[in-house]
């Protein structure tokens, strides 16, 4: 994969379609339509393919620092790995769980915790008012619920306090959002909330190994989905180019990038929401646009710290632990299939990620293997090698999971993210109906683009055909 000149501004006739970013919703883009017989290029700033999904070497094994899990209901992601022939593994979730509220470890077995009987009677009706509520959301258009701006004037903290009495109930509602988001409660609008939830099936599935959106790992990392893709598309995937510059006119778009400048019909941006404010559209986008632009993102540091074996499994764990206290908001067991050595993945989240992110990697390794001792005994001292990614140090995505909205942000905008603007369309996970957020939705949104885009040219092709014929 590299620069091509038969593709740069010089090209005759010019392409159909450009796409910016190399991930997964830029490549199911690309390769839906170069299967339709459409000449497309890709243009990725990293130099490398897969955007905020990436995997790492450890020892002789893979793993994964982005996106890694897939689950029941994502045909797309499951019919493309089959396809691309990978294997996969079920997510290690036997024994005794941890929840670390204040401080405090609890051990329990199933997907709600042991509480109180008082505060876990709360926390299911909180659970089941949440399911009901969010499936009040539109996935084609949130702001058309019943009660639309009521809930994006509200964060998803201000609903915990008005509605759930419990402070128990309250931290292990806001420790599973945080989970999810990787953004603090406060900052959540609780609208997209409750899409985000309706999009994915509901909290209990995106919260759940078994049958939820954690079931299914991928053998040798997910990344490998994103790199056969691309193999597929070589050359027209050219990475070092990121581009700074989008000019529309009645014709066309040409980007500006660090390779050169291309043409083609349509363009397709497939990057993260606030990377869109560092590019100079011309004519600019609509104010409204932008301003739905800036949407932060979610906030993680991944960190996987590895054992010669996962003595954590005999002992009778299962490795996971949800925290509101700790640095360490999310911990699963990330050892490989044959157990042949034992991985933790630790999740610092929101606030505590922004709090260490840019710090020295010596630093946070010590701060994650000694919440890991606090957590399951001095047996998780003994580390043998440690990996990690501060993905809002990354300058090509400022952060992961996704782009999430604040309260009265889309009330504000009152724009579809999927709305074309002339002939700019857009992709990415953040654009995604269903599975937002995730891998699922990333391809989903990949497949609505190219779709988009298909359409339009096939009109143009009609419209030219009849006036040549008559």
Request: aromatic residues 6%.
């Amino acid at each position: 994969m590299g620069a091509a000149a038969d593709v740069a501004m010089d090209a005759v006739p010019p392409l159909d379609v450009l796409v910016v970013g190399a991930g997964l919703a830029g490549l199911a883009a690309a390769r839906a339509l170069h299967d339709q017989g459409r000449s497309v290029l890709v243009l990725e700033a990293r130099e490398r393919v897969g955007g905020r999904v990436l995997s790492h070497a450890l020892g002789h094994d893979s793993v994964d620092l982005g996106a890694q899990w897939i689950g029941p209901g994502q045909p797309r992601i499951a019919a493309l790995v089959a396809e691309l022939g990978l294997t996969t593994f079920p997510q290690w979730s036997t024994g005794r769980k941890l929840l670390d509220l204040g401080g405090r470890l609890r051990a329990y077995r199933h997907t709600v915790p042991s509480l109180p009987l008082t505060s876990l009677l709360e926390l299911q009706w909180a659970i089941t008012r949440l399911e009901r509520l969010c499936r009040q959301v539109p996935l084609d258009r949130p702001l058309a619920a019943p009660r639309a701006a009521a809930w994006d004037r509200l964060s998803m903290a201000d609903w915990l306090d008005r509605h759930v009495r419990s402070a128990e109930a309250r931290a292990v509602l806001a420790g599973a959002v945080r989970a999810i988001f990787a953004a603090e409660p406060q900052t959540l609008s609780l609208l997209h909330v409750l899409f985000y939830l309706h999009s994915g099936g509901g909290l209990m599935k995106l919260a759940a190994v078994k049958g939820g959106a954690q079931q299914t790992r991928i053998q040798g990392g997910a990344q490998q989905i994103a790199q056969r893709l691309a193999q597929r598309l070589a050359p027209r995937v050219i990475l070092g180019a990121p581009v700074t510059r989008v000019v529309q006119d009645a014709t066309g778009v040409t980007l500006h990038s660090a390779q050169g400048r291309y043409r083609a019909r349509y363009a397709i941006l497939a990057i993260p929401p606030p990377l869109l404010a560092a590019l100079s559209f011309e004519p600019p986008l609509p104010a409204a646009r932008q301003a739905l632009a800036q949407a932060p993102m979610g906030a993680t540091i991944k960190c996987v710290v590895a054992y010669r074996t996962p003595w954590w499994r005999a002992a009778g764990w299962s490795g996971e632990v949800l925290s509101d206290s700790s640095p360490l908001g999310l911990v699963f067991d990330d050892s490989p299939p044959d157990g042949a050595y034992g991985a933790l993945v630790a999740f610092l989240l929101g606030d505590a990620a922004r709090a260490w992110s840019g710090r020295p990697v010596a630093a946070r390794a010590r701060i994650v293997r000694d919440e890991l001792v606090r957590f399951f005994g001095p047996a998780a001292r003994a580390v043998i090698g440690y990996v990690e990614k501060d993905w809002p140090a990354d300058a090509w995505s400022r952060g992961c999971y996704a782009a999430y909205l604040p309260p009265r942000l889309l009330t504000a905008t009152n724009v579809d993210p999927r709305a074309p603007v002339g002939r700019i369309h857009w992709a990415g996970t953040e654009t995604a109906r269903v599975w937002h957020g995730y891998m699922e939705g990333a391809l989903e949104s990949g497949a609505r683009a190219a779709d988009e885009v298909l359409t339009r040219l096939r009109h143009a092709h009609a419209h030219e055909s009849a006036e040549e014929t008559g």
